[in-house]
């Protein structure tokens, strides 16, 4: 095994830390764009040149977002988050039962089942959308939100994940529990899911920004107004709004506080959960 003496081990955290934070703050530069850019007059953000800070703040384009009767944020918002809060309740829910299966039962098949299980992974979702509107238009699921939910209820990376984490859980521990007359859903439930914190917290976290940011599918499948999801409102809003930019960037960082909220409260489990999904199994 190779070792590093302390200033070679110096010399390269320096390294990284030089690499990082420049490529950091070019990839969050956009995002502090289109922050400041939402407290700019129109007049302000197309002068050039342009100003990185407001010269003139104001709150009146997040007014006139939100007074904007055409665009009725509430009802968007909730459909967002029906769609996303039920799709993160199901996938951990599935995901974590179906990795913890995998992980501690043995059953005839269940090689080949994983491996087909992983398999799923490498379809391009494309490929489904045709045969999936066509179903959901059998089942009478267009313009309806379940159509974005019940399709999404099984999902083939969160078993494979949550099958790594539960790897590491000792058969101990279960068998522990099973001599004192446990359940084996009991187990699961008191026992191996506490285990997995951070690949629920990773997991949802990914779930829920991957559902409330989706667009393509949901532009299929839900048509009418009234249904739609924020992204797709927010296209319309922009087209509609060409020449505003200001009042589009309000709208966006609207769109986007609530993903904001809910990885400040899951971050630190993220981290320790990506880099365990790798190292487990």
């Known amino acids: 095994m190779t070792t590093f003496s302390r200033p070679h081990r110096r010399f390269r955290l320096n390294l990284a830390y030089f690499v990082l934070i420049p490529a950091s703050l070019i990839a969050l530069l956009p995002f502090l764009w289109m922050i400041l850019g939402s407290f700019k007059t129109g007049r302000e953000i197309r002068q050039i040149p342009p100003t990185f800070f407001p ?57 080949a089942l994983f491996w087909f299980i992983l398999s799923l992974m490498m379809i391009p979702p494309q490929m489904t959308m ?46 522990a529990a099973r001599v004192d007359g446990a359940g084996e859903f009991y187990i699961f439930r008191r026992i191996a899911l506490p285990q997995m ?14 559902n409330w940011n989706a667009y393509l599918w949901p532009l299929i499948v839900l048509t009418e107004k009234n249904v739609r999801t924020l992204p797709i409102i927010l296209t319309w809003f922009s087209n509609r709004m060409v020449g505003n930019d200001h009042l589009t960037m309000a709208a966006s960082v609207l769109v986007i506080l609530p993903v904001l909220i809910v990885f400040l409260f899951v971050q630190r489990w993220i981290v320790e959960g990506i880099t365990l999904s790798g190292l487990k199994g």
């Open 197 to 210: 914190g951070p690949a629920l917290a990773t997991f949802g976290m990914l779930t829920f920004m991957f």
């Open 55 to 111: 010269q003139e703040f104001t709150l009146g384009n997040y007014q006139r977002v939100l007074t904007d009767k055409d665009l009725p944020l509430g009802i968007f918002y909730r459909n967002s988050a029906i769609i996303a809060l039920a799709n993160v309740a199901q996938v951990l829910f599935t995901s974590s039962l179906f990795g913890y299966i995998f992980a501690k039962f043995e059953f005839k098949g269940k090689k």
């Open 130 to 175: 045709i045969p999936g509107y066509l179903i959901l238009a059998k089942l009478g699921l267009l313009n309806n939100l379940l159509g974005l939910i019940l399709p999404a209820a099984v999902d083939a990376f969160g078993i494979f994940l949550f099958r790594q984490f539960a790897l590491a859980i000792p058969n101990e521990l279960l068998d």
